[in-house]
């Protein structure tokens, strides 16, 4: 494969603890705030899809009419 599978963008203003993400099957940007998760060493463990097969959109047509 000649591309990256994953694209991810960092905030790097120190106030603002944002990372974001896209696949090549979905270019949609997701948004991570890492203030907001908890990364002690007794926290749970989990886990999110960084891909998605079904087909998503956001329709700007109302921002356009």
Do not use: C, G, N
């Not at 270019?27 to 203030?35: A, G, I």
């Not at 956001?58 to 921002?63: K, Q």
């Amino acid at each position: 494969m000649e591309t990256t599978p994953i694209s991810s963008l960092k905030v790097t203003s120190k106030a603002t603890k944002l990372l974001f993400h896209r696949s090549r099957e979905s270019m949609t940007w997701r948004r991570l705030d890492l203030s907001k998760i908890d990364f002690a060493a007794k926290a749970p463990s989990k886990s999110v899809l960084t891909t998605r097969t079904a087909f998503e959109f956001v329709d700007v047509t109302a921002e356009l009419a």
